[in-house]
């Protein structure tokens, strides 16, 4: 598959998880009595998110010109494992806490704490490594030529966690309601420890 096509899937799996943003933007929208305030907390969510995804993707191409691939992968792959068995066991003791009080700033600041708590931007290795990490006649493998690709890697990954955020936010608030939170509630914390294990191990085996 495409690594352009997982990390666009990527953000629509990170957008469709209420912990990252559009549970917040539906309780800001409803608590302040506005439409306007629901869809403008979008923006600093998408922007945080993206923030956070671009410090571990600085961190990888940097470290990834140093380094062997396969020596990174491993290192990221056990990082994954170590992520997901802490969310397993401590993760509900930590989470970030804001207020309904919050700005917009607040707002960008939680979502880069959540993203970067949860290891958003972790998942994203195994497609980045060979994305942002491969040299081609017309790109040299240095921090800076991998620049382009690696902005545009986000700004899909962005796009993309953006676009699902704002279609079960505006579904959400709009028809739904919180209330059918207690009745249909899918715990998508086990899924996301499933999916840092599962991408841990790929990178390793």
Do not use: K
Not at 142 to 158: C, D, E, F, K, Q
């Amino acid at each position: 598959m495409s690594p352009w096509l997982v990390l666009a899937g990527l953000g629509a799996f990170h957008g469709l998880n209420p912990a990252m943003g559009w549970l917040f933007a539906v309780a800001l929208g409803l608590h302040r009595e506005s439409r306007r305030v629901l869809w403008l907390s979008l923006l600093p969510i998408a922007l945080g998110h993206a923030a956070s995804v671009a410090v571990m993707v600085a961190a990888v191409v940097v470290v990834g010109t140093i380094i062997d691939h396969e020596a990174l992968q491993r290192v990221a792959g056990f990082l994954l494992l170590g992520w997901a068995t802490s969310h397993a066991f401590f993760g509900h003791r930590h989470r970030v806490r804001v207020g309904m009080q919050t700005g917009l700033a607040g707002l960008g600041v939680w979502s880069f704490l959540m993203a970067t708590s949860h290891g958003a931007g972790l998942m994203l290795v195994p497609v980045i490594i060979p994305l942002c990490l491969a040299a081609t006649p017309a790109r040299e493998l240095t921090a800076m030529g991998s620049l382009p690709v690696s902005l545009a890697a986000i700004g899909l990954h962005m796009a993309a966690m953006l676009a699902v955020t704002a279609a079960i936010a505006a579904i959400v608030y709009e028809w739904l309601g919180l209330a059918f939170l207690r009745r249909g509630w899918i715990n998508l914390d086990t899924l996301w420890i499933i999916a840092l294990a599962a991408t841990g191990l790929s990178l390793i085996i």
